[in-house]
């Protein structure tokens, strides 16, 4: 009975709101993005199933256990950031562009880990 309130609560939410059902949108694919979506989607169905933790606080875990991971797609997006346009020009630095990228994955990992949490349960 207990397996069955998360499969409940995921079918509410995609029923209520459709957008919930559409996976976040994937940044820009290269081999540093797809090892840190790879690391954080095996961290949250390893703990998903294996702890009472919320999915929010495994999303919080992944980060640290990921780290790794996250150390080089950083290094990439330097690298990356030195490709982009404004910083070619002079409008932005490198470093600019990096800090924002970054930024804008964490957060598309947190919800990512999440959705990952969400769907592990639900195959419960």
Known sequence: MK?????????????ADPA???EPALPAADD?????????AQYAGKYAKSTQA???EIAEGAFAGCK??????EAA??????TQTAVAVGIAGPEDYQREDIAR?????????????????ALF
């Open 3 to 15: 397996h069955l309130l998360p499969l409940a609560i995921v079918t509410t939410l995609l029923v």
């Open 20 to 22: 919930c059902a559409a």
């Open 32 to 40: 540093a993005t797809a090892s840190v979506l790879a690391c954080h």
């Open 54 to 56: 919320s999915a929010a």
């Open 68 to 73: 790794h991971e996250m150390d080089t797609y």
């Open 77 to 82: 997006a330097l690298e990356r950031a030195k």
């Open 105 to 121: 994955f964490r957060e598309y990992l947190c919800s990512y880990t999440i959705d990952a949490v969400l769907k592990a349960h």
